[in-house]
């Protein structure tokens, strides 16, 4: 029983560790656009949530207050996968609204210490609208500005030009021939 209490305090402790730095990167995405690469951030978010499910069903049969708490966990998984089964337009709003906190940005493009994104908007996202984003320290990334083209952009044809003031992204869209440029402020 004793070691019960130890793994069960092991794994609340771990949950709102994890729960506490999802809510600084957030914060610091908003406000200084920098934060943890999406990969780190997506397992962190995953982690969170079957830290959640365990320790309901830990706390299940206890008289605490916890249960009710981690329960949100399982409800939210729940009411996710009706919305699935019942896709339809009431779905999608019920799984746009519950997953926009945990769905990472779909990684487009990669080169060196460069990324661009495709930021996920919800179920009503406009089309081509990219973010570039720098690593730092093998981590965490700055996010710069985000920019829109005309089109879908042929990935294989993209190129950028790091400058101390601004970065450049060349690219052409698909089956368009005429190359494109938009200029991104550090």
């Not at 600084?24 to 997506?42: C, P």
Request: aromatic content about 18%; glycine content about 4%; overall charge neutral.
């Amino acid at each position: 029983m004793k070691n019960s209490m130890i793994s069960s305090e092991f794994w609340v402790k771990t949950h709102f560790t994890l729960l506490l730095i999802l809510v600084l990167n957030s914060v610091a995405k908003n406000i200084w656009n920098v934060g943890l690469i999406y990969e780190i951030e997506f397992v962190f978010d995953l982690v969170l949530i079957v830290t959640g499910w365990s320790l309901f069903w830990n706390f299940f049969k206890q008289v605490s207050k916890w249960k009710y708490y981690f329960g949100t966990y399982v409800l939210g998984s729940l009411v996710a996968v009706v919305a699935l089964v019942f896709r339809g337009i009431v779905g999608a709003l019920v799984l746009s609204f519950l997953l926009y906190p945990f769905y990472p940005d779909t990684l487009a493009w990669k080169k060196d210490n460069f990324r661009i994104y495709e930021p996920y908007q919800g179920m009503m996202q406009s089309c081509c609208v990219y973010t570039v984003a720098e690593t730092k320290w093998v981590c965490f990334e700055k996010r710069y500005d985000t920019f829109m083209s005309e089109g879908i952009i042929d990935l294989t044809t993209l190129e950028l030009k790091d400058f101390e003031d601004r970065i450049e992204v060349f690219y052409h869209l698909k089956n368009v021939p005429d190359k494109k440029k938009d200029i991104l402020m550090k």
